[in-house]
Protein backbone atom coordinates (compact mmCIF):
# COMPACT_ATOMS: atom_id res chain seq x y z
CA UNK A 1 0.00 0.00 0.00
CA UNK A 2 3.03 2.77 1.10
CA UNK A 3 4.57 2.06 -2.57
CA UNK A 4 1.50 2.56 -4.20
CA UNK A 5 0.41 5.86 -2.20
CA UNK A 6 4.07 7.48 -2.64
CA UNK A 7 3.60 6.37 -6.34
CA UNK A 8 0.02 8.67 -6.17
CA UNK A 9 2.10 11.61 -4.16
CA UNK A 10 4.73 11.95 -6.81
CA UNK A 11 2.52 12.29 -9.43
CA UNK A 12 0.38 14.47 -7.14
CA UNK A 13 3.31 16.66 -6.84
CA UNK A 14 5.30 16.40 -10.66
CA UNK A 15 1.43 17.18 -12.15
CA UNK A 16 0.24 20.15 -9.35
CA UNK A 17 4.07 22.00 -9.16
CA UNK A 18 4.77 21.54 -13.05
CA UNK A 19 7.38 24.12 -14.74
CA UNK A 20 5.96 26.75 -12.49
CA UNK A 21 8.44 25.09 -9.33
CA UNK A 22 11.47 25.28 -11.79
CA UNK A 23 11.08 28.80 -12.70
CA UNK A 24 10.32 30.29 -9.02
CA UNK A 25 7.56 32.78 -11.08
CA UNK A 26 4.61 30.76 -10.20
CA UNK A 27 5.61 30.91 -6.18
CA UNK A 28 5.98 34.63 -6.53
CA UNK A 29 2.93 35.29 -8.17
CA UNK A 30 0.83 33.08 -5.58
CA UNK A 31 2.82 33.77 -2.35
CA UNK A 32 6.09 35.26 -2.46
CA UNK A 33 4.88 38.94 -3.56
CA UNK A 34 2.86 38.58 -0.18
CA UNK A 35 5.91 38.80 2.28
CA UNK A 36 6.24 36.39 5.08
CA UNK A 37 1.86 35.85 5.36
CA UNK A 38 2.87 33.55 1.90
CA UNK A 39 4.07 30.94 4.61
CA UNK A 40 0.94 30.70 5.98
CA UNK A 41 -0.67 30.97 2.87
CA UNK A 42 1.52 27.87 1.75
CA UNK A 43 0.31 26.24 4.70
CA UNK A 44 -3.71 26.84 3.61
CA UNK A 45 -2.17 25.72 -0.37
CA UNK A 46 -1.11 22.37 1.52
CA UNK A 47 -4.13 21.46 3.39
CA UNK A 48 -6.39 22.31 0.42
CA UNK A 49 -4.36 20.60 -2.27
CA UNK A 50 -4.73 17.87 0.44
CA UNK A 51 -8.22 18.05 0.69
CA UNK A 52 -9.73 18.69 -2.96
CA UNK A 53 -7.29 16.28 -4.49
CA UNK A 54 -8.02 13.35 -2.52
CA UNK A 55 -11.65 14.35 -2.36
CA UNK A 56 -11.49 14.37 -6.56
CA UNK A 57 -9.55 11.29 -6.65
CA UNK A 58 -11.92 9.28 -4.42
CA UNK A 59 -15.08 10.84 -6.25
CA UNK A 60 -13.40 9.79 -9.51
CA UNK A 61 -12.64 6.11 -7.91
CA UNK A 62 -16.62 5.94 -6.94
CA UNK A 63 -17.44 6.67 -9.99
CA UNK A 64 -15.49 4.43 -12.26
CA UNK A 65 -14.42 7.48 -14.18
CA UNK A 66 -11.38 6.62 -16.75
CA UNK A 67 -11.03 10.74 -17.95
CA UNK A 68 -11.77 13.89 -17.55
CA UNK A 69 -14.58 13.97 -19.17
CA UNK A 70 -16.56 11.76 -17.45
CA UNK A 71 -15.48 13.03 -14.14
CA UNK A 72 -16.53 16.50 -15.52
CA UNK A 73 -19.83 15.41 -16.88
CA UNK A 74 -21.02 14.11 -12.87
CA UNK A 75 -19.39 17.83 -11.53
CA UNK A 76 -20.84 20.34 -14.40
CA UNK A 77 -23.77 18.14 -15.33
CA UNK A 78 -25.41 19.54 -18.89
CA UNK A 79 -22.50 21.94 -19.53
CA UNK A 80 -19.77 19.71 -19.06
CA UNK A 81 -19.80 18.85 -22.49
CA UNK A 82 -18.62 22.78 -23.21
CA UNK A 83 -16.71 22.97 -20.53
CA UNK A 84 -14.46 19.81 -21.46
CA UNK A 85 -14.70 21.10 -25.17
CA UNK A 86 -13.20 24.57 -23.54
CA UNK A 87 -10.81 22.68 -21.38
CA UNK A 88 -9.33 20.76 -24.67
CA UNK A 89 -8.20 24.09 -26.22
CA UNK A 90 -6.79 25.22 -22.96
CA UNK A 91 -4.87 21.99 -22.36
CA UNK A 92 -3.64 21.48 -25.88
CA UNK A 93 -2.76 25.59 -25.66
CA UNK A 94 -0.24 24.56 -22.33
CA UNK A 95 0.66 21.21 -23.26
CA UNK A 96 2.25 22.61 -26.80
CA UNK A 97 3.91 25.32 -24.46
CA UNK A 98 5.82 23.20 -22.11
CA UNK A 99 6.97 21.64 -25.27
CA UNK A 100 8.18 24.73 -26.52
CA UNK A 101 9.46 25.58 -23.09
CA UNK A 102 11.63 22.32 -23.59
CA UNK A 103 12.74 23.48 -26.76
CA UNK A 104 13.83 26.89 -24.95
CA UNK A 105 16.00 24.51 -22.17
CA UNK A 106 18.29 22.90 -24.88
CA UNK A 107 18.90 26.58 -26.89
CA UNK A 108 19.38 28.09 -23.55
CA UNK A 109 20.84 26.09 -21.15
CA UNK A 110 22.78 23.56 -23.35
CA UNK A 111 23.69 25.79 -26.05
CA UNK A 112 21.80 23.42 -28.76
CA UNK A 113 19.05 24.06 -31.57
CA UNK A 114 15.85 24.04 -30.19
CA UNK A 115 14.26 21.90 -32.23
CA UNK A 116 17.06 18.83 -30.87
CA UNK A 117 15.01 19.49 -27.72
CA UNK A 118 11.61 19.66 -29.32
CA UNK A 119 12.60 16.41 -31.06
CA UNK A 120 14.20 14.54 -28.11
CA UNK A 121 10.88 15.68 -26.13
CA UNK A 122 8.82 14.14 -28.77
CA UNK A 123 10.62 11.13 -28.78
CA UNK A 124 10.66 10.29 -25.13
CA UNK A 125 7.11 11.10 -24.68
CA UNK A 126 5.95 8.72 -27.37
CA UNK A 127 8.02 5.87 -25.44
CA UNK A 128 6.74 6.82 -22.00
CA UNK A 129 3.06 6.69 -23.47
CA UNK A 130 3.86 3.29 -24.51
CA UNK A 131 3.58 2.61 -21.12
CA UNK A 132 0.69 4.43 -19.96
CA UNK A 133 -0.25 5.41 -16.73
CA UNK A 134 3.11 3.07 -15.65
CA UNK A 135 4.76 5.60 -17.69
CA UNK A 136 3.87 8.70 -15.94
CA UNK A 137 4.57 6.97 -12.59
CA UNK A 138 8.17 6.29 -13.81
CA UNK A 139 8.69 9.63 -14.90
CA UNK A 140 7.58 10.91 -11.73
CA UNK A 141 9.27 8.55 -9.58
CA UNK A 142 12.39 10.08 -11.12
CA UNK A 143 11.82 13.61 -11.40
CA UNK A 144 9.90 14.18 -7.79
CA UNK A 145 13.11 13.37 -5.41
CA UNK A 146 15.41 15.25 -7.34
CA UNK A 147 13.07 17.94 -6.83
CA UNK A 148 12.69 17.36 -2.64
CA UNK A 149 16.68 17.22 -2.66
CA UNK A 150 17.01 20.69 -4.65
CA UNK A 151 14.23 22.29 -2.31
CA UNK A 152 16.23 20.72 0.67
CA UNK A 153 19.36 22.45 -0.52
CA UNK A 154 17.33 25.26 -0.91
CA UNK A 155 16.45 25.43 2.45
CA UNK A 156 19.48 24.70 3.89
CA UNK A 157 21.80 27.39 2.00
CA UNK A 158 19.55 30.02 2.90
CA UNK A 159 18.75 31.72 6.29
CA UNK A 160 17.45 35.10 6.87
CA UNK A 161 14.61 36.89 8.22
CA UNK A 162 11.58 37.57 5.48
CA UNK A 163 10.04 40.88 5.49
CA UNK A 164 6.35 41.22 7.13
CA UNK A 165 3.94 42.75 5.37
CA UNK A 166 -0.05 44.27 5.28
CA UNK A 167 -0.95 41.72 2.57
CA UNK A 168 -4.14 43.42 0.45
CA UNK A 169 -7.44 41.32 1.05
CA UNK A 170 -6.54 39.42 -2.50
CA UNK A 171 -3.93 37.59 -0.72
CA UNK A 172 -6.36 35.52 1.59
CA UNK A 173 -7.87 33.80 -2.03
CA UNK A 174 -4.57 33.38 -3.29
CA UNK A 175 -4.24 29.94 -2.05
CA UNK A 176 -7.33 28.61 -3.51
CA UNK A 177 -6.71 30.25 -6.99
CA UNK A 178 -3.54 28.20 -6.83
CA UNK A 179 -4.72 24.61 -5.82
CA UNK A 180 -7.90 25.70 -7.99
CA UNK A 181 -5.95 26.09 -10.95
CA UNK A 182 -3.40 23.01 -11.00
CA UNK A 183 -6.55 20.66 -9.82
CA UNK A 184 -8.45 21.11 -12.61
CA UNK A 185 -5.22 20.81 -15.52
CA UNK A 186 -4.03 17.76 -12.93
CA UNK A 187 -7.34 16.13 -13.09
CA UNK A 188 -6.45 15.00 -16.46
CA UNK A 189 -4.14 12.30 -14.62
CA UNK A 190 -5.07 11.82 -11.16
CA UNK A 191 -9.11 10.81 -12.42
CA UNK A 192 -7.67 7.72 -14.49
CA UNK A 193 -4.80 7.48 -11.32
CA UNK A 194 -7.47 7.17 -8.44
CA UNK A 195 -9.80 4.48 -10.82
CA UNK A 196 -7.12 2.31 -11.33
CA UNK A 197 -5.66 1.99 -7.72
CA UNK A 198 -9.22 1.48 -6.26
CA UNK A 199 -8.53 0.91 -2.85
CA UNK A 200 -9.41 4.31 -0.72
CA UNK A 201 -6.80 4.22 2.03
CA UNK A 202 -4.38 3.93 -0.64
CA UNK A 203 -5.51 7.33 -2.28
CA UNK A 204 -6.21 9.37 0.82
CA UNK A 205 -2.47 8.55 2.07
CA UNK A 206 -1.34 9.21 -1.05
CA UNK A 207 -2.99 12.47 -0.81
CA UNK A 208 -2.16 13.29 2.66
CA UNK A 209 1.75 12.47 1.37
CA UNK A 210 1.66 14.69 -2.01
CA UNK A 211 0.14 17.42 0.15
CA UNK A 212 2.78 17.79 2.73
CA UNK A 213 5.62 17.28 -0.28
CA UNK A 214 4.01 20.20 -1.97
CA UNK A 215 3.88 21.67 0.80
CA UNK A 216 7.87 21.17 1.88
CA UNK A 217 9.04 22.18 -1.75
CA UNK A 218 6.64 25.29 -1.72
CA UNK A 219 8.31 26.53 1.83
CA UNK A 220 11.81 25.76 1.35
CA UNK A 221 11.33 27.42 -2.47
CA UNK A 222 9.42 31.02 -1.13
CA UNK A 223 11.83 31.04 1.67
CA UNK A 224 14.52 31.26 -0.86
CA UNK A 225 12.45 33.81 -2.95
CA UNK A 226 11.87 35.87 -0.59
CA UNK A 227 15.61 36.72 0.49
CA UNK A 228 16.25 37.61 -2.87
CA UNK A 229 16.42 41.25 -3.79
CA UNK A 230 14.12 42.48 -6.15
CA UNK A 231 12.73 39.14 -6.24
CA UNK A 232 9.54 40.85 -8.80
CA UNK A 233 12.11 41.71 -11.28
CA UNK A 234 13.37 38.03 -12.94
CA UNK A 235 11.15 36.30 -15.15
CA UNK A 236 13.26 32.68 -13.88
CA UNK A 237 14.10 34.14 -10.18
CA UNK A 238 14.53 30.89 -8.96
CA UNK A 239 17.38 31.00 -11.10
CA UNK A 240 18.75 34.07 -9.79
CA UNK A 241 19.02 31.79 -6.48
CA UNK A 242 20.47 29.35 -7.75
CA UNK A 243 23.63 31.35 -9.04
CA UNK A 244 24.01 33.03 -5.59
CA UNK A 245 23.89 30.33 -3.56
CA UNK A 246 24.19 26.93 -5.27
CA UNK A 247 26.21 27.78 -8.08
CA UNK A 248 27.69 24.14 -7.94
CA UNK A 249 23.89 23.26 -8.44
CA UNK A 250 22.93 24.59 -11.43
CA UNK A 251 23.81 21.44 -13.08
CA UNK A 252 20.95 19.68 -10.70
CA UNK A 253 18.61 22.58 -11.17
CA UNK A 254 18.58 22.70 -15.56
CA UNK A 255 17.97 18.81 -15.49
CA UNK A 256 14.71 19.84 -12.99
CA UNK A 257 13.92 22.61 -15.20
CA UNK A 258 13.28 20.13 -17.74
CA UNK A 259 12.30 17.46 -15.47
CA UNK A 260 9.20 19.41 -14.45
CA UNK A 261 8.67 20.79 -17.75
CA UNK A 262 8.16 17.14 -19.18
CA UNK A 263 6.15 15.42 -16.52
CA UNK A 264 3.90 18.57 -17.52
CA UNK A 265 4.29 17.36 -20.85
CA UNK A 266 3.41 14.03 -20.95
CA UNK A 267 0.57 14.85 -18.31
CA UNK A 268 -1.08 17.09 -21.35
CA UNK A 269 0.03 14.74 -24.01
CA UNK A 270 -2.09 11.89 -21.66
CA UNK A 271 -5.16 13.76 -21.32
CA UNK A 272 -5.46 14.77 -25.16
CA UNK A 273 -4.43 10.97 -26.20
CA UNK A 274 -7.50 9.35 -23.67
CA UNK A 275 -9.97 11.70 -25.34
CA UNK A 276 -9.11 11.67 -29.14
CA UNK A 277 -8.18 7.67 -29.09
CA UNK A 278 -12.01 7.64 -28.17
CA UNK A 279 -12.52 8.18 -31.84
CA UNK A 280 -10.16 6.77 -33.69
CA UNK A 281 -9.28 2.41 -34.16
CA UNK A 282 -5.62 3.11 -34.00
CA UNK A 283 -4.16 4.50 -30.96
CA UNK A 284 -0.51 4.67 -31.76
CA UNK A 285 -1.37 6.74 -35.04
CA UNK A 286 -3.61 9.26 -32.99
CA UNK A 287 -0.04 10.03 -30.40
CA UNK A 288 1.96 10.48 -33.10
CA UNK A 289 -0.39 12.78 -34.90
CA UNK A 290 -0.86 14.50 -31.87
CA UNK A 291 2.97 15.25 -31.09
CA UNK A 292 3.32 16.34 -34.78
CA UNK A 293 0.83 19.05 -34.13
CA UNK A 294 2.24 20.24 -30.99
CA UNK A 295 5.24 20.60 -32.90
CA UNK A 296 3.91 22.44 -35.05
CA UNK A 297 1.91 24.50 -32.55
CA UNK A 298 5.04 25.02 -30.57
CA UNK A 299 6.85 27.15 -33.30
CA UNK A 300 3.93 29.52 -33.18
CA UNK A 301 3.85 32.46 -30.52
CA UNK A 302 0.58 32.14 -28.72
CA UNK A 303 1.11 34.17 -26.17
CA UNK A 304 -2.10 36.58 -26.93
CA UNK A 305 -4.52 33.31 -27.15
CA UNK A 306 -3.13 32.02 -23.33
CA UNK A 307 -3.65 35.99 -22.76
CA UNK A 308 -7.17 35.19 -22.72
CA UNK A 309 -7.58 31.47 -22.11
CA UNK A 310 -5.81 31.75 -18.55
CA UNK A 311 -8.11 34.32 -16.82
CA UNK A 312 -11.29 32.03 -18.14
CA UNK A 313 -9.60 28.93 -17.41
CA UNK A 314 -8.94 30.54 -13.87
CA UNK A 315 -12.33 31.10 -13.40
CA UNK A 316 -13.97 27.63 -14.65
CA UNK A 317 -11.13 26.45 -12.02
CA UNK A 318 -12.41 27.86 -8.88
CA UNK A 319 -15.97 26.51 -10.04
CA UNK A 320 -14.69 23.40 -10.05
CA UNK A 321 -13.58 22.90 -7.09
CA UNK A 322 -16.66 24.75 -5.85
CA UNK A 323 -18.66 21.80 -7.31
CA UNK A 324 -16.20 19.41 -5.88
CA UNK A 325 -16.92 20.36 -2.74
CA UNK A 326 -20.58 20.94 -2.90
CA UNK A 327 -21.84 17.64 -5.23
CA UNK A 328 -22.07 14.73 -3.33
CA UNK A 329 -20.16 12.26 -3.05
CA UNK A 330 -20.84 8.94 -4.57
CA UNK A 331 -21.74 5.94 -2.59
Same mark, same amino acid.
Given at each position: MWMRAIQIAFVYVGTVVGAGFATGKEIVQFFTQYGAIGMGMIVVSGGAIHFFGTRLMI????????? *?????????????????? &??????????? @????? !??? @?????????????????? @?VTFVTMLFGLNGILSVNMVVVPLMIIFSLSIAMMNGGDIVWTKPPLAAFFSPFAYVAFNLAMAQVVLVPLA?? @???????????????MLLMFILFSSHLALSLLP? &??????????????????? *??? *?????YGEI????? !??? &?????????? &????IFVLIALLIA?? !????VGYHSLLTVLYPLFGYMSIIFIFLLFYRKMPS
Amino acid at each position: MWMRAIQIAFVYVGTVVGAGFATGKEIVQFFTQYGAIGMGMIVVSGGAIHFFGTRLMIMANRLHARS *YEQFNAYLFGKVSVVVNL &FMFVVLFSVTA @VMLSG !AGA @VFEEQLHMPAYVGLLFTM @VVTFVTMLFGLNGILSVNMVVVPLMIIFSLSIAMMNGGDIVWTKPPLAAFFSPFAYVAFNLAMAQVVLVPLATE @VKDERTIRLGGWLGGMLLMFILFSSHLALSLLPN &FQSYSIPMAEVVKRSLASF *YGL *YVVIIYGEIFTSFI !AGV &FGLHRKLALF &FRTPIFVLIALLIAMY !AFSLVGYHSLLTVLYPLFGYMSIIFIFLLFYRKMPS
